[in-house]
């Protein structure tokens, strides 16, 4: 009876498909350490981790993490079970400050959103009022007209 357990893999087309990113994108990742595929030749094959690391790569990039700060977020994290209380600490405080620059970031785009807001309902104001007196004046013209006629 064989016991092996058949563990789901991904070429990188796969994958380059499923993220909306070309093979480049995923082979530069590769080369920066993000990444770490076993090969079969010249056949790269990713595993779950490797899809993992690459959705959480491109996410970290949409959240304004450069590269570098998600393969040391990467890297501490795959020694968090060996690691050592000034190697958590670090990885704690990182995350701290992430956190905060997100918070920050959510309420600018929060305060930006009110003030689009209230930009949107002062033209909508304005383009009401153009209509009413355009409206107005070529009420006005007809019937200045209907009395040189009539």
Known sequence: MNNLVKVRTFSISELAKE???TT???RFYEQQGLLNPARQGQT???NSKDRVRLMLTLRGKRLGFSLAESKE???MYDST???NEKQLLYMLNILSKKQADMQQQLSDIQRLQEELNIAESRCQDA?????LRDKEKASSREQKLERKVG
Not at 127 to 131: H, P
Request: a positive charge; hydrophobic letters at 40%; aromatic letters at 16%.
């Open 127 to 131: 383009l009401e009022r153009v209509r």
């Open 44 to 46: 790269r094959i990713y």
């Open 24 to 26: 480049r994108t995923i």
């Open 19 to 21: 993220f909306e990113v």
């Open 73 to 75: 977020l990467f890297d």
């Open 81 to 83: 079970t060996q690691g």
